[in-house]
């Protein structure tokens, strides 16, 4: 299955590792689930694509679990932690 | 034979058509053309089973006859009420077990030992009690259709470790993860702790939902007994 760069760079807006998650879809659901997916979120990526300090969701989540530990050090909002 | 009435007369050959035999005729068939009359009935057992699957391949199927309408109703039946036969009744119960939606119970097969500190650990899931249309391999679950699916978690963990700080337990999926922070307010190391998490997550075919913890600081000890359950199912 070919995919396109922008095809691939919709993937990442929403998925971690687009590569891992196409290649495992195709082993279980099949093509279809690939472009299912790239066509539900192509409108959201292409709003948010080129709005200052956009990141793909690997990027957003380098260090997902950050925030805990500033909670330890109680910096964080009196809203809560989460 | 289209109709289950019979004409008004028999005509012979050289017979004299009037008027009147002509509109008793067209009334006869203007008054009994009505589902009642028409003679679609099966005519065994075999034909009154006989289904066509109207979107095979995830392409239309249309028919070409009311017969052919009929049987991919019935293919639908079999589908929603998950019996052979479209007919079958449910033995005077309202209720209808769908067989094929997906959902899964697994449990582990064996205690998961010291976990590792500091990084994302994946829960193994060794027990498959239901894996209902079989989405689930791998201690991941993969959904087989675009939809909101309901998950829960209970994850049971021993020998806690106080100088952890805290414990946070995720559960993966493609789109997003949801997690449940735990924070250790002990002096000293504790025996156990269950952690419970449930969500409605958002999915799309092919995605995957997965159990992850992390032990956040402190030694390797913790333990994650066979007590722990996951499970979900297809809402919408």
């Known amino acids: ?82 | 034979m289209g109709a289950t009435f019979s004409r008004v007369k028999t005509w012979l050959a050289a017979q004299t058509l009037t008027a009147s035999d002509l509109n008793a005729e067209f009334d006869n068939v203007l008054n009994n053309f009505t589902p009642a009359g028409l003679d679609d009935e099966s005519a065994s057992d075999v034909a009154m089973q006989a289904v066509t699957d109207p979107y095979p391949g995830s392409v239309i199927s249309k028919p070409t006859s009311l017969t052919g309408e009929l049987q991919r109703i019935r293919y639908m039946i079999n589908q929603i009420i998950g019996k052979t036969y479209w007919y079958e009744d449910k033995g005077g119960s309202a209720q209808v077990v769908n067989t094929t939606l997906p959902a899964f119970l697994v449990t582990p097969a064996a205690e998961q030992t010291n976990i590792a500190v500091g990084s994302v650990v994946t829960v193994v899931w060794g027990t498959e009690i239901k894996d209902q249309a079989g989405n689930f391999a791998s201690n991941a679950f993969t959904a087989p259709v675009t939809g909101l699916y309901h998950f829960d978690i209970g994850i049971r963990l021993q020998d806690m470790d106080a100088a952890s700080g805290y414990y946070i337990l995720i559960l993966f999926t493609s789109n997003r993860e949801y997690r449940y922070i735990y924070d250790v307010g002990h002096a000293a190391d504790f025996l156990y702790q269950s952690l419970v998490l449930s969500c409605l997550a958002d999915m799309d075919a092919a995605d995957v939902a997965r159990v992850q913890i992390l032990q956040a600081a402190g030694t390797q000890q913790t333990d994650i007994a066979t007590t722990s359950w996951f499970s979900g199912h297809l809402v919408c």
């Open chain 1, 1 to 82: 299955m070919n995919i396109s760069l922008e095809d691939k760079a919709i993937l990442a807006h929403v998925v971690i590792d687009p590569d891992e998650w196409v290649e495992h879809a195709l082993a279980t659901v099949g093509e279809q689930a690939v472009t299912a997916k790239i066509e539900r979120y192509r409108a959201d990526y292409l709003a948010k694509k080129d709005l200052p300090g956009y990141q793909t969701r690997a990027e957003r989540e380098t260090n997902p679990y950050q925030e805990s530990s500033l909670i330890r050090g109680k910096t964080i909002s009196p809203l809560g932690p989460e």
